[in-house]
């Protein structure tokens, strides 16, 4: 549910992803793969991407309205659109080198939205539980 061990799972299983993608999976520190040019080839990769894109507005209206649980709310979103991405998108069996790249920048770009917000609610993350 939307708890913090929840998000911490999310954020640890996205590190798993890449470690495992990138061929890291003994490595204590994931090392994030540089980013690549974003193919949309399912409908999955597109909902999380339009979410993803709803985080600086998101963080104005916590500034402006101080109701940090907004971000509580958006983590949770977030989580739950990257394992529908993930249920829908292999990354490690993409169909194409560009495929798995683009993939692979969607679970950076996931994993530094989850780690930027647990950091700004005081809570440590781990890359592996």
Known sequence: GNTAPYMLYSYARVCSIVRKA???EG???VQWPEASKIIISHDAELQLIRNLVKLPDMLSDVERDLYPNRMCDYLFETSQKFSQFYENCSVNKAETPELKASRLSLCTATASTIKLLLN???INTVERL
Do not use: S
């Open 27 to 29: 490595e204590e520190q």
């Open 22 to 24: 990138i061929n890291q």
């Open 120 to 122: 700004l609610l005081g």
